[in-house]
């Protein structure tokens, strides 16, 4: 046994220490303070890691929670600006004012490549007749309007630089044909309109047909053919001029434009 105030060895059955005179029994008393004073540290030291363990735990589980929650908020955005997207996509494809893709116009028993009511005026293969009339698809067909006029040409033609009166130019790469809308100051019947065309084309009229304020025509010189309708609206004449040549393959397909065309220019 040893005095716990100075260290000295002491006698068995020593009350006092003979160096420092410290009581033995307050030397053990003072050991078993400090032996419950350990025990409790450890007792508080293993609660505070617990408590610590259950913060640690609980922080976690609001991170994985706070993470999961941005993901979603993530998601939702991108989500919603897909749906924007897709809404002006289509919002943009509905207000397209032009009908893209070939169709094929339906045939007219009135076309000028099948026209039985051939010129009355045999002199000068003229005649005032009605308009064809049509009720046909828009399909394959785009359409302008110019004072008024309305007119319908072929989506698939493409576009030129136009020049003078044009207002439009278009080529078929495909057949050859050609395709022009005009506009212009004039004044005068119909009928003789039409007549002046024919003279200036020079060729064989196949069709001809004029109204109250339009005509239409076709003309056929050596292997080319010539068509024009014409509308005339307050000391305006608006009208198209569509050619190509006969010995194309497309030749049908053509007269088939302009029967579906002429239905629809006014």
């Known amino acids: 046994m040893y005095c716990k ?11 006092f220490c003979d160096r420092c005179g410290q009581s033995v029994r307050k030397n053990n008393q003072n050991s078993q303070t400090t032996k419950r004073k350990e025990i409790e540290e450890l007792k508080a030291e293993r609660l505070n890691r617990k408590r610590r363990l259950q ?10 929670k706070r993470r999961k929650s941005k993901g979603s908020v993530m998601i939702f955005i991108i989500v919603a600006l897909l749906i924007a997207i897709v809404s002006v996509i289509i919002g943009y494809n509905m207000m397209a004012p032009n009908d893209n893709g070939l169709g094929t116009a339906p045939t007219s028993t009135n076309s000028p490549a099948s026209a039985t009511n051939m010129p009355t005026d045999t002199a000068n293969n ?10 046909a698809s828009k399909n394959g067909y785009s ?12 989506s ?4 030129n630089p136009t020049t003078g009166n044009q207002k439009l130019n278009l080529t078929d790469a495909l057949g050859g044909a050609t395709m022009t809308v005009s506009q212009e100051g004039k004044s005068g019947a119909p009928s003789d309109l039409m007549r002046d065309y024919a003279r200036q084309t020079g060729g064989e009229v ?7 304020d339009w005509y239409a025509v076709t003309v ?12 005339l609206k307050n000391g305006i004449a608006v009208y198209y001029d569509f050619s190509y040549s006969s010995m194309t393959s497309t030749a049908q397909k053509y007269t ?8 629809n220019f006014k």
């Open 5 to 15: 105030n100075c260290g000295r060895q002491l006698k068995e059955g020593t009350r």
């Open 55 to 64: 913060e640690k735990e609980a922080k976690q589980v609001r991170n994985k």
């Open 126 to 135: 003229v005649s005032s007749t009605s308009s064809p009339s049509n009720s």
């Open 143 to 154: 359409k302008m309007t110019i004072s008024g006029v309305t007119c319908v040409y072929p």
């Open 156 to 159: 698939t033609f493409n576009s």
């Open 206 to 212: 196949s069709y001809s047909r004029a109204g109250d």
């Open 220 to 231: 056929t010189t050596d292997d080319t053919v010539y068509h024009r309708k014409c509308v």
């Open 256 to 263: 088939e434009y302009i029967d579906y065309m002429d239905s």
